[in-house]
């Protein structure tokens, strides 16, 4: 954690603290995410000041990737899901990687 700044003028009882999350490497992660409580509390006494949960994203990985029966398509399997906008819709590749990696 770092301290940032105290409060001035009519508020000065306000404090930001910037948080960063601690490593995960150890998290448990399921379809790529692992949500760990994360907690404030004063170092005097162990007191809690706040907490709250945090959510873990790790990037997709590649399960298997093959070329489709016409051979003009490469079907690509991931370890989660890929779509988080959910709008159902399916991407040109080229929108992903640009015209020079997909030979477009």
């Known amino acids: 954690a770092q301290f940032v700044s105290m409060g001035t003028g ?3 009882s ?3 603290l910037i948080v960063s999350p601690p ?3 150890s998290c448990s992660f399921s379809e790529g995410k692992a949500k760990e409580s994360l907690t404030v509390s004063y170092l005097a006494d162990g007191s809690e000041i706040a907490s ?3 959510t873990f994203v790790r990037a997709p990985a590649v399960v298997e990737a093959r070329f489709d029966a016409s051979g003009s398509r490469i ?3 991931f370890d989660q899901v ?3 906008a959910q709008d159902g819709t399916v991407g040109a590749c080229a929108t992903l990687f640009g015209t020079s990696a997909v030979g477009a």
Do not use: F, G, H, Q
């Open 10 to 12: 009519a508020d000065s």
């Open 14 to 16: 306000t404090a930001t």
């Open 23 to 25: 490593d995960c490497s």
């Open 52 to 54: 709250t949960d945090y």
């Open 75 to 77: 079907e690509i399997t």
């Open 82 to 84: 890929t779509n988080e």
